[in-house]
């Protein structure tokens, strides 16, 4: 489930860094057409200005192509903070391929994380053997790297052996012994 959210999640970035990138187009489109608006605006206002200079002209329409002049500068600087605003939100570059995006690239760590996390679910002995000292039980949850059980090696045989101190005196590591289990008392080995 944490696998599968990461990846929509991944999926919603990579999409809202593609709609950064038309938010921009947009804002690009705005800003040719603003300054198309501001060159008719300019000569609409001088055609104006002359009329009124010859007393011809009605002075309302010199002042309203006079205004709408203003308005079309102004709208162009707030294309402008719009478009600085989206480039931030595209990390500086318009160009910058999607997975080098900040974003993305935050989204695919958390993927991996999840995908790694799902690997380490699946619990594999580093030995063959036998399982001992097993305590859990079916759907109990544990912290990570929190012994579970130990496991016993089959491939050698070895003996655990419990002495008293007064009885170490006289051993000797590569001394042959005696075994004998209290599981079969009547099986000795050497």
Do not use: C
Not at 51 to 61: H, Q, Y
Not at 126 to 146: C, D
């Amino acid at each position: 489930i944490a696998l599968a959210k990461a990846e929509a999640e991944l999926d919603q970035t990579r999409s809202r860094v593609a709609g950064f990138r038309a938010e921009y187009a947009e804002a690009q489109m705005e800003l040719a057409e603003a300054q198309s608006r501001i060159a008719f605006f300019q000569a609409q206002h001088g055609r104006q200005q002359q009329l009124s200079d010859k007393g011809v002209g009605f002075a309302f329409r010199a002042e309203e192509a006079e205004s709408n002049l203003t308005v079309a500068r102004a709208r162009i600087g707030v294309i402008e903070q719009k478009m600085a605003r989206i480039l931030t939100s595209l990390g500086g570059r318009a160009d910058k391929p999607t997975e080098e995006h900040a974003l993305v690239r935050e989204m695919s760590a958390q993927r991996d994380r999840a995908r790694l996390e799902l690997v380490r679910t699946r619990i594999v002995a580093p030995v063959s053997g036998r399982v001992v000292n097993a305590k859990l039980l079916p759907g109990e949850q544990i912290r990570a790297a929190t012994p579970l059980f130990a496991i016993v090696s089959d491939a050698e045989t070895w003996v655990e052996a419990n002495f008293k101190e007064t009885e170490l005196t006289h051993v000797r590591p590569g001394q042959r012994a005696t075994i004998i289990l209290d599981i079969y008392p009547d099986v000795t080995w050497k």
